[in-house]
């Protein structure tokens, strides 16, 4: 896996060799803490329920669910968790269920848990990806520009406009923009993903699909615009009087140059560990956000499994959610180890 | 860092504002009877009504006067900031500075639990554990607390272990002081300005937090909260009912959030030597 990994990203034999010790360096340490994560997701999904008091059937899928349950299909379930055996029993049908992909049942849904969330987590990959490469992009040349004109009326309104932006709660942007552009002037969609039974094709599908993502991903957008900018900004400040700055002007480089591809790439660098801080906030605010817009991802399914008490769901929510994040936060690794040579060479 | 970090916030622009924000709306919490003629709890009867002198901010599907129901959701607010911040900060402290100073295995193993910690979507989290055990207000407290402390021990111990090789302790060290004698007079006050901005982010994140929570349905039904008024308001932006229900009460939420966070912006300015002095140049 290793190896494979090393050459998807990077075909040339030089880099390819250096990564691979970097790779051997990188991944022992964070992947433990991966492990360590998704250990302690696995045990709350095992131990929560069964410490309940009361009938651990009752407490994995709640009263709720209960009542609409014959005898067969109770005895059926005890007999799936293994709940007439011992702990161990348990765990280790637990186990192999997870291991089979099996996350449970939906009473709610009346479908595997795991179809239900693959059904949905599209649109929230979509929507936080988006909303990720989009922040990141407008958020790098706002703080590269701002810091270089530092005191300027620029650099103070955007600092001003955009702390004051960050200090909203994300629902509260993604209701306001609700409010204003669907209610209020009625120009874009108030909820969902695409028109129902429209039967758009080809492009008209396509910007069906944009009309109806413009307003979550300009509140994920907005929402994380400040701390990309003011990270940026002050990376800009601290690095754009060094040495190797002066220099590149000294070559002659173009003020563009300067910006974007020396102190540029140089603020990418905190940023791109502070991305891989931030995401799992990202995506728990892309779930508010859904929410607010019934946007048919992960979020909108959370809210339904949370009112209808469909404990499985959320118990799978939780841990595919986890999965994502984890996974998200190994990709920042490596793009980290890409985009610094010192890192890359250190080894 | 021998500087006076609460001097050095009383001065700026900034801090002044979410102090004078933040005081305001701890006036308005504290002084909730007085300014309602309605308990948040009572029934008027109106449903949807207007805003008008009786209901400041008219009643809600439910009858109830929003106005009094936005100031009593202050003090749930202000409360789990307030024990949130106290909690969380002392854990913080407690096992950054143990992890420190004890080293070894005990630090490692601490470490690898902040750095899992904050690698998962706490929400879901608290939301799991909190549907299981019926949501009450001490159990999101503690819940709240339970997953904001990690983020503040990491940086606790980086400040401790650079604190812990200074010459000012090594030099008391030589003159016979013992461990606990170092950590009161030396290693403590040195982070207050540390723990307090800590605090301010704690207390911030767990208004958030306990505001998200309620907005997605978690939340103890007795409790007055703004998430909760909020998710009651979405039901109905199709009415104009929201312009009185759901925006003064996110807007309520926000001032409180911005308030907090100018607060703790400026005091990590003044900590961080770095930003004062570019500060100081751009006047």
Excluded at chain 1, 151 to 165: E, K, N, P, W
Excluded at chain 2, 172 to 179: E, M, P, S, V
Excluded at chain 2, 194 to 200: H, K, N, P
Aim: hydrophobic share 50%.
């Amino acid at each position: 896996m290793n190896n494979q990994r090393a050459e998807c990203c990077l075909p040339e034999q030089v880099r390819k060799t250096s990564i691979d010790k970097t790779l051997g360096n990188l991944i022992p340490a964070s992947i433990l803490n991966y492990l360590i994560a998704l250990a302690a997701i696995f045990s709350l999904n095992f131990i929560l329920p069964r410490l309940m008091p009361g009938d651990p059937l009752h407490a994995i899928y709640g009263d709720e669910a209960l009542v609409a349950m014959t005898d067969e299909m109770e005895a059926e379930l005890i007999r799936q968790f293994s709940l007439d055996k011992s702990w161990w029993d348990q765990l280790l049908a637990y186990v192999l269920g997870l291991l089979r992909g099996d996350l449970g049942f939906s009473y709610y849904y009346h479908e595997q848990v795991s179809q239900v969330i693959m059904g949905a987590l599209p649109w929230t990959l979509l929507l936080t990806g988006l909303a990720l490469i989009l922040a990141t992009a407008i958020g790098l040349v706002l703080g590269i520009e701002s810091g270089f004109r530092r005191g300027s009326t620029l650099d103070r309104s955007l600092v001003a406009g955009l702390m004051f932006l960050g200090g909203f709660p994300d629902f509260f942007i993604g209701i306001l923009l609700l409010l204003i552009f669907a209610v209020s002037l009625d120009v874009l969609p108030i909820s969902g993903a695409s028109t129902p039974y429209a039967g758009y094709t080809g492009l008209t599908y396509i910007f069906d699909i944009l009309r109806h993502l413009a307003l979550p991903l300009a509140s994920m957008i907005l929402v994380q615009l400040g701390s990309i900018f003011l990270l940026t900004r002050n990376t800009i400040l601290t690095i754009r009087e060094e040495s190797f700055i002066l220099t590149a002007r000294a070559k002659g480089c173009s003020e563009h140059q300067i910006k974007y591809a020396h102190a540029g790439r140089n603020s990418l660098l905190p940023l791109t560990t502070a991305t891989g801080m931030r995401i799992p906030n990202l995506i728990t605010g892309a779930l508010f956000i859904e929410i607010v817009f019934s946007y048919p991802g992960v979020g909108s399914l959370l809210n339904i499994a949370i009112s209808a008490r469909d404990y499985p769901l959320i118990q799978g929510i939780l841990l595919i959610v986890t999965l994502t994040v984890l996974s998200a936060n190994f990709l920042v690794d490596l793009l980290y180890t890409r985009l610094d040579p010192r890192v890359r060479h250190a080894h | 860092m021998h500087t006076d970090p609460l001097g050095e916030i009383s001065r700026d622009p900034l801090a002044k504002i979410g102090l004078f924000m933040l005081v305001i709306i701890t006036l308005l919490a504290i002084c909730a009877p007085l300014l309602s003629n309605y308990s948040p709890h009572d029934y008027t009867g109106k449903i949807f009504s207007p805003p008008d002198m009786d209901h400041l901010l008219g009643t809600d599907s439910m009858g109830q006067d929003i106005w009094a129901r936005l100031l009593y959701a202050a003090r749930t607010s202000l409360l789990v900031a307030g024990a949130v911040a106290l909690i969380s900060s002392t854990l913080s402290v407690v096992i950054g500075a143990t992890a420190a100073l004890a080293g070894g295995i005990y630090e490692r193993f601490c470490m690898r639990v902040v750095d899992a910690m904050t690698s998962l979507p706490t929400i879901i989290v608290m939301i799991l554990v909190a549907a299981y055990l019926r949501p009450s207000l001490l159990l999101l407290i503690l819940l709240i607390s339970a997953f904001s402390w990690p983020g503040g021990a990491r940086i606790i111990r980086s400040q401790v272990l650079s604190l812990k090789e200074r010459v000012h302790i090594s030099a008391a060290r030589t003159f016979g002081a013992g461990k606990k004698y170092i950590i009161f007079t030396h290693i403590v006050p040195e982070l207050s300005p540390i723990i307090s901005a800590l605090m301010m982010q704690d207390a911030r994140r767990a208004v958030f937090m306990e505001a998200g929570l309620a907005f997605l349905g978690v939340s103890d039904p007795m409790v007055i909260s703004w998430g909760k008024m909020m998710h009651q308001a979405l039901a109905f932006t199709y009415l104009d009912v929201w312009q009185w229900w759901l925006v003064p009460t996110g807007l309520a939420l926000s001032a409180t959030l911005i308030s907090i966070s100018f607060l703790s912006f400026s005091l990590e300015t003044a900590i961080d030597p770095r930003m004062k002095k570019e500060n100081a140049r751009s006047g």
